[in-house]
């Protein structure tokens, strides 16, 4: 790999301003962010300005064509995901992708394809992977300490958390509300730590009770007149190694705690809750709890991006793979398709 490792940037918006870029800054002098580009052209000017960022673009393709990037962010609403990942990969570039990995599950499968094709790294952004209580976590399920993970739950709740900026609430341009937003990360840190298993049925339902009326916002006042996707997601996954998965997540419900996530494992040796971690085993004749006394605080979007220049210059592919992409899509069609029939999905 030639140094520096010359990154673009698709979408200059907040996640790229707040992780991406600066993420790929502090790596050192062996990475450069050559260049940003926005449909909004003046976007892209203003962060290239404020990030010193040599070249500014509004047509990616202009800039792939260009700049001779080695890697690509895709930061940009999920409608765009697919089609500029693939056209990074085709142009020779690396992709980390931020999540969800696109709108459905032929998009996952046409950019996995095309990774492949091309011998690229695809990658996506599922952060929480590196926080470090889900690193411990995964260390304890790998040395079997649990044993068997036959069963998982996770949550993302908010009371009144509907996002006041961006798109997260136009379901053309995400394909979705919380589910795909904030309950993904906890969905793909449950099946991360469970060995990504192939899901087999999908029971959903979705809700939209709260976020087309004005209320109480507590992550800035939302569009609530243009409100399209779903505030509440809940779901039961069963899976082919006869696991299975229980999931909720809301951008915002009535009940009492104004934000809480965790995802929980259940393995014949013992189980765990994260966020935060608690190991619970049966030992020595008694029931043990095991808590962490220190544990490291970190910028787990930081990890991932330094993770994915790592296995870039190594020649390795990063924690989050295209077919675990093509998994996770399946599971959010599915559901989405299970809360619109009121049937269980069977995903073939
Ligand atoms: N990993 C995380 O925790 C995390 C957090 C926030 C957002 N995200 C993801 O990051 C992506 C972007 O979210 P955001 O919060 O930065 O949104 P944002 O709205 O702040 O930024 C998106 C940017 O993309 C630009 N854009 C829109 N369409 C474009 C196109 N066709 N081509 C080029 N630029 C285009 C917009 O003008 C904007 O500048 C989404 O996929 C979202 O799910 C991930």
């Known amino acids: 790999m030639p140094q520096p490792i010359r990154i673009g940037i698709i979408g200059a918006g907040g996640i790229a301003r707040s992780a991406h870029i600066p993420s790929y800054q502090s790596y050192g002098q062996d990475v450069q962010v050559i260049a940003v580009s926005n449909h909004n052209k003046d976007k892209a000017v203003e962060c290239a300005e404020e990030f010193s960022i040599p070249y500014a673009?509004?047509?990616?393709?202009?800039?792939?064509?260009?700049q001779n990037l080695d890697a690509v962010s895709i930061c940009t609403p999920n409608k765009f995901h697919a089609s500029q990942a693939i056209a990074a990969l085709q142009a020779g570039c690396h992709v980390l992708c931020e999540k969800p990995p696109a709108m459905t599950v032929e998009e996952a499968e046409k950019m996995m394809l095309e990774a492949e094709r091309a011998g690229k790294i695809l990658t996506?952004?599922?952060?929480?992977?590196f926080q470090p209580e889900v690193e411990t976590l995964k260390k304890y399920i790998d040395g079997h300490e649990l044993g068997e993970i036959y069963a998982a739950q996770t949550h993302y709740n908010r009371r009144r958390g509907i996002?006041?900026?961006?798109?997260?609430?136009?379901?053309?341009?995400?394909?979705?509300?919380?589910?795909?937003?904030?309950?993904?990360?906890?969905?793909?840190?449950?099946?991360?730590?469970?060995?990504?298993?192939?899901?087999?049925?999908?029971?959903?339902?979705?809700?939209?009770?709260?976020?087309q009326?004005?209320?109480?916002?507590?992550?800035?006042?939302?569009?609530?007149?243009?409100?399209?996707?779903?505030?509440m997601a809940r779901g039961m996954i069963t899976f082919e190694n006869g696991s299975s998965l229980m999931f909720e997540?809301?951008?915002?419900?009535?009940q009492e705690e104004l934000s809480s996530k965790k995802v929980s494992v259940i393995g014949d040796e013992g189980g765990?809750?994260?966020?935060?971690?608690?190991?619970?085993q049966e030992k020595y004749d008694t029931l043990v709890d095991t808590t962490p006394a220190y544990v490291e605080k970190r910028d787990a979007n930081e990890y991932l991006i330094h993770?994915?220049?790592?296995?870039?210059?190594?020649d390795k592919q990063p924690l989050s793979t295209p077919s675990e992409g093509v998994r996770i899509q399946q599971i959010i069609q599915a559901l989405y398709e299970s809360a619109k029939t009121g049937e269980a999905v069977n995903i073939n």
Request: hydrophobic share 35%.
């Open 249 to 254: 997540s809301t951008f915002a419900a009535n």
């Open 272 to 280: 765990a809750d994260l966020f935060p971690l608690k190991i619970f």
């Open 124 to 129: 996506y952004g599922f952060h929480f992977r």
């Open 213 to 231: 009326r004005q209320g109480v916002g507590l992550m800035g006042e939302w569009d609530y007149e243009n409100f399209s996707v779903e505030d």
């Open 57 to 66: 673009y509004e047509n990616e393709q202009q800039m792939l064509e260009e």
């Open 307 to 314: 993770d994915f220049v790592e296995c870039m210059i190594h």
């Open 163 to 211: 996002p006041g900026w961006g798109v997260f609430t136009n379901k053309e341009l995400q394909g979705g509300g919380t589910l795909i937003d904030n309950g993904v990360h906890m969905l793909d840190t449950a099946l991360y730590l469970m060995g990504y298993p192939k899901p087999k049925t999908v029971l959903g339902a979705t809700y939209q009770k709260i976020g």
